[in-house]
């Protein structure tokens, strides 16, 4: 394993938060978390797109692939800001990188999971990973988006302003 990864303990997941420089201020472009338990929620229930990394894998052709899976787009051609990694409460890690780009949300398609729905039924249901996405200023971002990824929109804060 390489020095650089974190411990098999603890988890990692690779994502990429798109932004764009308004006149109003930067804004970054989240989704909200599919499935029934996040469908009444709207405060912390929005993500950057991301995922775990397997193994060895690379964490930023993780990051991409997500990205795509999860907003059906590819990354945005740009120069990546590799903000860092962050640990959640969950003490799950991230590493997030940015990149400037602007994607229209209407035109975002998200890949769906299975899961037994409703509990107990022996029914499976097909869910959205991100049922929708849409552009956020930054302040609104901290109150939409996840507690333990706030911090992150705090340190793409650091480089865009």
């Known amino acids: 394993m390489a020095a650089d990864r974190p411990s098999l303990t603890r988890p990692l997941s690779a994502g990429i938060l798109v932004y764009r420089l308004e006149h109003a201020g930067p804004e970054v472009l989240l989704g909200h978390m599919g499935g029934p338990f996040w469908a ?13 990394v397997d193994g060895d894998d690379d964490e ?3 990051a991409r692939r997500e990205f795509t899976e999860e ?8 120069d990546l800001i590799d903000l860092g990694r ?12 940015a990149v400037e780009g602007d994607i229209d949300p209407a035109t975002c398609a998200s890949n769906t ?3 037994e729905w409703p509990p107990g039924s022996g029914t499976l249901a097909s ?12 302040d609104v971002a901290r109150a939409k988006i996840v507690k333990g990824q706030r911090q992150v929109v705090d340190a793409l804060a650091t ?3």
């Open 40 to 52: 009444r929620k709207d405060d912390g229930a929005w993500s950057i797109p991301k995922g775990e």
């Open 60 to 62: 930023l052709l993780t």
């Open 71 to 78: 907003f059906g787009h590819p990354v945005p051609v740009g």
């Open 86 to 97: 962050f640990t959640q409460s969950s003490r799950k890690q991230i590493h997030i990188w």
């Open 113 to 115: 999971f299975d899961i």
């Open 127 to 138: 869910f959205p990973e991100i049922d929708r996405v849409e552009w956020f200023g930054l």
């Open 159 to 161: 480089h865009v302003r």
